[in-house]
């Protein structure tokens, strides 16, 4: 079955830098556009960040040139490095995979929180 494991969240200061990585398992991983979403208190989830299977990657404007995906196949992992943290980008972050045909794999992760201080 589909298994999305996130990590690398944390408390950081406005300026600051986090890695998050999501460990995938019981997917064609390779072969995957695999994206990272976030979702804050209140909001619903939206997608920030995503990456093919010949990683072509795009990235919401809010994030543009401060955050950057990638992924390992021979790991199944895909990475989110972001830099330069703002209190807006508070919030939790999930992977999944992401396909306007199909949409995402019903089964989530248990994200990973990411909380920026001002």
């Known amino acids: 079955q589909v298994q999305l494991v996130e990590s690398g969240g944390g408390l950081v200061q406005a300026g600051g830098s986090l890695r998050l990585s999501c460990a995938a398992s019981?997917?064609?991983?390779?072969?995957?556009?695999m994206g990272w979403y976030r979702q804050a208190p209140g909001k619903q989830r939206d997608l920030v960040a995503r990456?093919?299977?010949?990683?072509?990657?795009t990235y919401a404007d809010s994030v543009k040139g401060r955050f950057t995906i990638s992924r390992d196949n021979a790991k199944n992992t895909v990475y989110l490095q972001m830099n330069s943290l703002k209190p807006e980008d508070t919030a939790v972050y999930y992977c999944?995979?992401?396909?306007?045909?199909?949409?995402?794999?019903?089964?989530w992760g248990q994200g990973t929180q990411v909380t920026v201080s001002s």
């Open positions: 999944n995979r992401v396909s306007t045909i199909l949409g995402p794999f019903g089964s």
């Open positions: 019981g997917i064609p991983f390779s072969r995957t556009t």
């Open positions: 990456i093919t299977s010949d990683d072509f990657t």
